[in-house]
């Protein structure tokens, strides 16, 4: 007897499935949530990524989320969250993530889904990376913590 899993990726399955891809492709909004993060968004926003915006949060302790693209322009939070179907915060281990919950307020005020990724660098504590997920936990719809920062790049492709 076929597993359901084998049964369902045998030839007789296939013709149910879609062949095409997706013929509105997804707009993301990839935002670096703190210094470490935004290394890691400039790299990836150098590799043109059709249907995405790069931005960076400002610092700490301003009211709200304060936005801005890679060359510094200031962006207007709503707007950002609007023009998005997927908004991906990125974020390093060290409880810097305070942008998260203005960015995450704005994503659940306008049904937009959010997706968090931690990248956890090994010489960062368990409690520097606990701190960083108590700041994104309640505004990310998922959180997947990574070990290795290229992980991020075949994360967002999965989502196109």
Known sequence: MLSESARM???????FRVQ???STPRAITVIAL???SEVVVRRLAGAGWPHSTFLIAGPAGQPGAVLRDLAGKAR??????????????VAGPGGRAHAASPIGQAC????VTTTTL???????????????LAQVRPWSLMVVVLS???????ILRSFR
């Open 148 to 154: 290795d920062e290229s992980y991020v790049e075949s």
């Open 118 to 132: 931690v990248v956890h660098a090994a010489p960062a504590t368990d409690e520097a990376l606990s701190k960083t």
């Open 108 to 111: 659940s005020l306008q049904r």
């Open 76 to 89: 207007i939070l709503v707007n950002e969250v609007r023009s998005a179907d997927l908004i991906v915060m």
């Open 34 to 36: 703190d210094a470490t």
């Open 9 to 15: 990726s045998s030839a007789a399955e296939a013709r």
């Open 20 to 22: 095409a891809p997706n």
